[in-house]
T-cell receptor, first 113, second 111 residues
Framework: KAGVTQTPRYLIKTRGQQVTLSCSPI?????VSWYQQTPGQGLQFLFE???????NKGNFPGRFSGRQFSNSRSEMNVSTLELGDSALYLC????????????FGQGTRLTVV | DQQVKQNSPSLSVQEGRISILNCDYT??????FLWYKKYPAEGPTFLIS???IKDKNEDGRFTVFLNKSAKHLSLHIVPSQPGDSAVYFC??????????WGAGTKLIIKP
């Protein structure tokens, strides 16, 4: 079956702009989690959606938001981009709880200049 | 405050020998632990997990050990193979089922 698909793979944006990233989970998976990875850091949890509802949220400012659609596809949005938002954004899908075996996409590499 | 720590940024091991990757945690409420492997330009891949009610879980060449009193877990890879060269992350699950991740250890298997 198809894996987790994230689009776009690479993105360059200017400070102050906003960006939307997309994630299509594995068919049948209802939980989608988003993570930010920066060099030397582990994955920092952004939020988790399950059946179109945000079930958990990490410690990120309100500029970071997300949503999930009825087909389980998810988007995350970052508004008023800052240089420090440059990172690899990873999406993971799982059938149930996010602490079970999760399948990750290849990520979106966001560079803010 | 890092609740999950992987204190070795990198580890170099000879092919065929044992690789031991370590992870420490501070939150005694963590009850489920996972290891993921990540190759460059790919997302992390699930390797193995362990519940806090166990102290060992084995899957082929991979074994995870959990020492709850020391708040320490380790991943053993035996024998190490060139394809094992990757970054390894440990993650711990809290009561909200949220995963808290370590910073990763880069494992290099030397031929």
């Amino acid at each position: 079956k198809a894996g987790v698909t994230q689009t776009p793979r690479y993105l360059i944006k200017t400070r102050g702009q906003q960006v939307t990233l997309s994630c299509s989970p594995i068919s049948g998976h209802r939980s989608v989690s988003w993570y930010q990875q920066t060099p030397g850091q582990g994955l920092q949890f952004l939020f988790e959606y399950f059946s179109e509802t945000q079930r958990n949220k990490g410690n990120f400012p309100g500029r970071f938001s997300g949503r999930q659609f009825s087909n389980s596809r998810s988007e995350m949005n970052v508004s008023t981009l800052e240089l420090g938002d440059s990172a690899l954004y990873l999406c993971a899908s799982s059938w149930g709880r996010p602490n079970t075996e999760a399948f990750f996409g290849q990520g979106t590499r966001l560079t803010v200049v | 405050d890092q609740q999950v720590k992987q204190n070795s940024p990198s580890l170099s091991v000879q092919e065929g020998r044992i690789s031991i990757l370590n992870c420490d945690y501070t939150n005694s409420m963590f009850d489920y632990f996972l290891w993921y492997k990540k190759y460059p330009a790919e997302g992390p891949t699930f390797l193995i997990s362990i519940s806090s009610i166990k102290d060992k879980n084995e899957d082929g060449r991979f074994t995870v050990f959990l020492n709850k009193s020391a708040k320490h877990l380790s991943l053993h890879i035996v024998p190490s193979q060139p394809g094992d060269s990757a970054v390894y992350f440990c993650a711990a699950s809290d009561s909200n089922y949220q995963l808290i991740w370590g910073a990763g250890t880069k494992l290099i298997i030397k031929p």
